[in-house]
């Protein structure tokens, strides 16, 4: 299951997440969204679980839960909508 966290601090760092997300369940991968130009965090990062059901855990306990501050937006990632190419 893969799981999208969002309001991320930009001081949140993938270790982090993994320790936060691994009291829930098995943590196969994190990744924090970064610009491709200056490095720097974008503010999101997914999570990617490999129980649904400890997914799905994780989402009701850290949804809306402060984290560096920020209260942070945890569900579960949806597929990534194909943008129209600007020709």
Not at 52 to 79: C, T, W, Y
């Amino acid at each position: 299951m893969t799981i999208y966290v969002g309001n991320l601090s930009y001081q949140a760092s993938e270790n982090e997440l993994n320790t936060l997300f691994s009291e829930y369940g098995e943590v196969s991968s994190v990744k924090i969204m970064k610009d491709k130009f200056t490095g720097r965090s974008k503010g999101f990062a997914f999570i990617e679980m490999s129980d649904s059901a400890a997914g799905n855990k994780a989402i009701e306990s850290l949804h809306q839960a402060d984290f560096k501050e920020r209260k942070m937006i945890v569900n579960e990632a949806r597929p990534r909508e194909e943008r129209p190419s600007r020709d």
